[in-house]
């Protein structure tokens, strides 16, 4: 009974150790994040942005991290600051929804393509020579390939 | 399906993704609704929008300052012509104060501490919103910053700066909205 009860008190601080630690450990980064928001004033992705604001916004990612936010948190954040802008996704109408609609599009169509005429070409493909006898020959060819295998016979 | 059918289900394809593609572009046209109609003398209805105040005390629509003539100006923290405007926009203010009319700052794309401590930098007595998802800006055809509206006091466009805005237009826009 003593043996178990010491198990099990070993067990609960190592476990009172882990907690603190997983919750003092970043639940993401800004490399994490960086590629999936924008600068908004140079409207480029962040990981690729270099100017004063992209620094700004790589400031306000850090003090949201140290405050232990998800990845979802600070982008959250990042919307209820700088608006959907801030996504690096299609947020608004016109060619930010066609730059999504046309490639999904033309994929759907190239499949469809390939659905309808991969089966009609498998079909009236011609089926390939398979006989192991050759051609046929007739029999005046014949009797000529007969007389010279008899020439060469030893 | 038959064959005569291929070719008109690849050209209604085709077309229909030119067709996308040409609504994609002209919905990400310019706005240049309100600069045609004021060039043409005309006065267009100002558009309009609750907002959040940038100082957190709630939200307010330009037909709340009816009566009351608007310089509606679209600026930002990390807008660098927006400082050069700014002192000149704080005397705009102060004169506008004198005649029941304001200034009305629209931050765009901006933190609110960036902001706060903009105002804060520069002296702003006057108050802003925020247009975080900048449908206001789209609906002014705002697409850079600084740029600056001139509202009389039945609600219509009367003046347009898109840049920095100087004492000289100010002046001219003041004449029309009687200030």
Redesign the interface.
């Known amino acids: 009974m003593r043996r178990l009860l010491t198990a099990a008190l070993a067990a609960a601080a190592v476990l009172a150790a882990a907690v603190p630690a997983h919750a003092a450990a970043p639940r993401t980064s800004l490399t994490d994040i960086e590629d999936e928001v924008m600068c908004?004033?140079c409207n480029v992705p962040l990981n690729v942005a270099e100017s004063?604001?992209a620094d700004?916004e790589r400031v306000?990612i850090r003090h949201l991290i140290a405050q232990g936010k998800t990845k979802q948190q600070v982008k959250a954040a990042l919307v209820?600051?700088?608006?959907?802008?801030?996504l690096a996704t299609p947020h608004g109408?016109?060619?930010?929804?066609?730059?999504w609609?046309?490639p999904a599009?033309?994929v759907a169509?190239v499949l469809a393509a390939l659905a309808?005429f991969v089966p009609r070409w498998r079909r009236t493909r011609p089926p390939a020579a398979v006989t192991g006898a050759g051609p046929s020959l007739d029999a005046a060819d014949a009797r000529r390939l007969d007389e010279d295998l008899a020439r060469y016979d030893p | 399906?038959r064959r005569s059918a291929?070719p008109f289900v690849a050209v209604v394809?085709a077309v229909?993704?030119v067709a996308?593609?040409v609504?994609?572009?002209?919905?990400?046209d310019d706005n240049r609704t309100l600069d045609d109609a004021v060039a043409h003398g005309q006065a267009p209805a100002a558009p309009d929008r609750s907002l959040p105040l940038l100082d957190g005390r709630g939200d307010r629509t330009l037909a709340s300052f009816r009566g009351r003539a608007v310089v509606l100006n679209f600026w930002?923290s990390?807008c660098t012509p927006c400082r050069q405007e700014a002192p000149l926009l704080e005397r705009a203010q102060q004169r506008l104060a004198a005649h029941d009319g304001t200034v009305l700052g629209v931050t765009y794309?901006?933190?609110?501490s960036?902001a706060q401590a903009f105002m804060r930098r520069f002296g702003l007595t006057y108050p802003s919103v925020r247009?975080?998802?900048?449908k206001l800006a789209e609906s002014y055809g705002t697409r850079a910053l600084p740029e600056t509206f001139v509202i009389d006091r039945q609600g219509r466009v009367r003046a347009i700066s898109r840049g920095v805005v100087s004492q000289r237009f100010l002046d001219a826009a003041f004449a029309q909205v009687g200030v």
């Open positions: 908004v004033v004063p604001q700004r306000l209820a600051q700088y608006g959907d802008a801030v109408g016109g060619i930010d929804w066609a730059s609609a046309i599009a033309a169509l309808l | 399906m291929v394809a229909a993704l996308l593609l609504y994609g572009v002209v919905q990400r930002a990390w794309r901006d933190t609110t960036d247009d975080i998802d900048g």
